[in-house]
């Protein structure tokens, strides 16, 4: 089962507007990764972090590793339409490498 | 580059048939990862291998799953006999050693009717 607690569920956006959403543990994570999933589609890696406050972009998407290491959250930045899609956190603890907890993901839909 | 391999992309078979997914990572990837992704439960962990060896099959649901890695370029998940509630997106994933990035397939849809 999953441990890691991802919201919102779904989004219903304007074209332009930010999307923001987060992930939260209970464990301590010493790496945490977002994913988007298009239809038919596997997940497909966005950003890693790795340290605790990090700050990463990767064009409109900004992702931030919680200070606590329990956390992160991911900001997108004026809204296109081929933004739609789930975005997934995963986190890795310390003393579980290759095993990948999921969140249940973000659906993200972008209206015109 | 190419990226993981998966097929068939669709699988429909009957309750009590073999089934057999395929998988071959990304080449000079050393782990391999089988997730299994279902509105339910999300995406699940299955079995990891690393340089061909089975590491962590604690995810496998039960005797009726098996996965190989006969060499570094393909990978197996069979499930015998199929059943109703296997009905998921089988996914293949790959990754270089300490890297803890996925790369994932596009998947197997199963349909166990």
């Known amino acids: 089962g999953q441990q890691l607690n991802q919201s919102p569920q779904s989004m219903f956006i304007q074209e332009g507007e930010d999307v923001s959403m987060n992930c939260t543990s209970s464990?301590?994570?010493?790496?945490w990764l977002w994913y988007k999933q298009d239809p038919g589609e596997g997940p497909v890696l966005l950003i890693a972090?790795?340290?605790?406050?990090e700050l990463t972009s990767n064009g409109r998407l900004t992702a931030q590793f919680g200070i606590t290491r329990k956390d992160s959250f991911l900001n997108i930045s004026a809204s296109i339409p081929s933004d739609v899609g789930i975005y997934f956190c995963?986190?890795?603890?310390?003393?579980?490498?290759?095993?990948?907890?999921f969140g249940a993901g973000t659906q993200v839909v972008v209206t015109p | 580059d190419a990226g993981v391999i998966q097929s068939p992309r669709h699988e429909v078979t009957e309750m009590g048939q073999e089934v057999t997914l395929r998988c071959k990572p990304i080449?000079?990837?050393?782990?391999l990862f089988w997730y299994r992704q279902t509105m339910m439960r999300g995406l699940e962990l299955l079995i990891y291998?690393?340089?061909?060896?089975?590491?962590?099959d604690s995810g496998m649901p039960e005797d009726r799953f098996s996965a190989k890695m006969p060499n570094a370029s393909f990978s197996t998940l069979k499930i015998q006999p199929s059943e109703p509630r296997d009905s998921a997106v089988y996914f293949c994933?790959?990754?270089?050693?300490?890297?803890?990035?996925?790369?994932f397939g596009s998947g197997t849809q199963l349909s166990v009717l």
């Open positions: 994933a790959s990754s270089f050693s300490g890297d803890e990035k996925l790369f």
């Open positions: 972090l790795y340290k605790a406050g």
């Open positions: 080449s000079g990837h050393d782990y």
């Open positions: 464990s301590i994570f010493n790496t």
């Open positions: 291998f690393n340089n061909n060896v089975p590491i962590d």
């Open positions: 995963a986190g890795q603890t310390t003393d579980s490498w290759g095993k990948l907890q």
